[in-house]
Nanobody
Framework: QVQLVESGGGLVQAGGSLRLSCAAS????????VGWFRQAPGKEREFVGA????????GYADAVKGRFIISRDNAKNTAFLQMNSLKPEDTAVYYC??????????????WGQGTQVTVSS
């Protein structure tokens, strides 16, 4: 069983930055891909980006490419989502999730509870 806890959300002005963390328990984190998703009010959950177990491969949705960066520290069982140049349309609940293998944009097995990110204009 894997438990994921997101943190780092909050309120930020447009153009600002936030760094989300995803802390994992369980022995499989270092061999798992980590994905980040978000869900805005009234919208479906969408893929934001993901990173492979080694950190050697990352993938991003077009809406965040060039602004968001995903990284991980397997020694600390933690993944990060660095969000820069934030826009009001980035406002959502952000979730991290883990799975073994690829593809990176779906099929995740374990999910965190989410953290709210609000970007004011």
């Amino acid at each position: 069983q894997v438990q994921l806890v997101e943190s780092g959300g909050g309120l930020v002005q447009a153009g600002g930055s936030l760094r989300l963390s995803c802390a994992a328990s369980g022995r499989t984190f270092s061999s798992s891909s980590v994905g980040w998703f978000r869900q805005a009010p009234g919208k479906e959950r969408e893929f934001v980006g993901a990173i492979t177990w080694s950190g050697s491969v990352t993938g991003y949705a077009d809406a965040v490419k060039g602004r968001f960066i995903i990284s991980r520290d397997n020694a600390k069982n933690t993944a990060f989502l660095q969000m820069n140049s934030l826009k009001p349309e980035d406002t959502a609940v952000y979730y991290c999730a883990t799975k073994i293998g690829v593809p990176l944009n779906g099929g995740y097995e374990y999910w965190g509870q989410g953290t709210q990110v609000t970007v004011s204009s």
